[in-house]
């Protein structure tokens, strides 16, 4: 009789298992990861990253497309990356920092330089309109600049940006000022906004307090002070954290996984991880995999009334306040 009991027990042990397990495998099914969605649907593994994607595009830019200067080398040179990032985002076993560090490395070569490393880009307008406000400058205190400075000018800035590309910052801590990001005419109404949002102490997830950036206020004029570069390893250790809980996020909704994806972001922001080139880097990781998400992406600039630039968001927010913004942007303002 006892060996009966112990034998009935025996059986309904592992009958139970087996059905808690069936239950969770098709819980899991049911609730099935987002990622691993995207990755079978091959028409939106790579195919939503392409110059001729239209909400690809809007991603790209600071308002409207129509209303910026933006050279087609930009937008071949970001899509390249974007493309080459979420190819090994989907592929690459991540979960040692050290591929991704190589991975994020690469990637920056490539958005600075494409496939073509004598035609680098540089912010709206391509290397050319910098050439142009370098011409202007030289020109405003010189008196003047030959076609043949100009010349000098491109192959001096080729040679600083294949320097740049693909290598962390160096150097001490850097400063921005607000009045680089806001239209003089408007800074003393919109900094009142701006006011009323930002955080003296931004605290990122994983830095140490000691390597916080900081936020001051002056004369309607605000001061964001970067880490220095030698502690850029705990902005990229938290980027990487951020990204496996992001590419494993099991079961979660839509709006978890855009505030991992927020959080991924304001890390990057405020470690000014690059020389150049790190707002349009980091807007083309979180815009391609929010169009896996089936989401239309986010453009540079929110919308009204703020309407400040995304970046500058991140930098006078703390995670959890700038993570609502960002959700709030990327739902309630489709592209």
């Not at 991603?59 to 129509?66: A, N, V």
Request: hydrophobic share 40%.
């Amino acid at each position: 009789m006892r060996k009966l009991v112990f034998l009935i027990l025996f059986l309904y042990s592992f009958i139970s298992l087996g059905s808690a397990n069936t239950c969770d495998f098709i819980w899991r099914e049911e609730k099935s990861n987002w990622l691993v969605n995207a990755s079978k649907n091959n028409t939106t593994k790579y195919q939503q990253v392409r110059k001729d994607n239209h909400f690809w595009i809007q991603s790209l830019f600071i308002g409207e497309p129509t209303k910026n200067t933006y050279s087609k080398l930009y937008i071949k040179n970001i899509t390249l990356s974007a493309q080459f990032f979420i190819k090994n985002f989907l592929e690459q076993d991540l979960s040692h920092y050290e591929t991704f560090e190589r991975i994020l490395l690469e990637e920056h070569k490539i958005a600075m330089l494409g496939n073509d490393p004598s035609q680098p880009y540089s912010g709206e307008g391509g290397i050319n309109m910098e050439i142009d406000s370098i011409v202007r400058m030289a020109q405003n205190s010189l008196g003047g600049s030959s076609t043949s400075n100009r010349r000098q000018i491109k192959i001096e800035l080729i040679e600083l940006y294949q320097r740049y590309a693909g290598h962390l910052r160096t150097g001490d801590e850097m400063v921005l000022f607000l009045r680089e990001y806001i239209n003089p005419y408007s800074i003393k109404e919109r900094t009142k906004i701006i006011f009323s949002l930002y955080d003296p102490l931004i605290s990122i997830p994983g830095v140490p307090k000691a390597f916080q950036p900081t936020n001051e206020f002056a004369e309607y004029d605000w001061k964001h002070t970067y880490a220095k570069s030698e502690n850029l390893i705990y902005y990229l250790k938290s980027m990487h954290q951020t990204l496996m809980q992001i590419k494993n996020c099991g079961s979660c909704s839509q709006r978890q996984v855009l505030k991992l994806i927020a959080q991924y972001y304001h890390t990057g922001i405020n470690g000014h991880l690059f020389e150049r080139v790190n707002q349009s880097l980091l807007m083309s990781q979180i815009n391609a995999m929010m169009l896996l998400m089936g989401l239309q992406g986010l453009p540079h600039l929110s919308r009204p009334p703020l309407s400040i630039r995304i970046d500058m968001a991140a930098l006078i927010m703390s995670t959890e306040k700038f993570s609502d913004f960002f959700i709030a942007e990327v739902l309630d303002h489709p592209l």
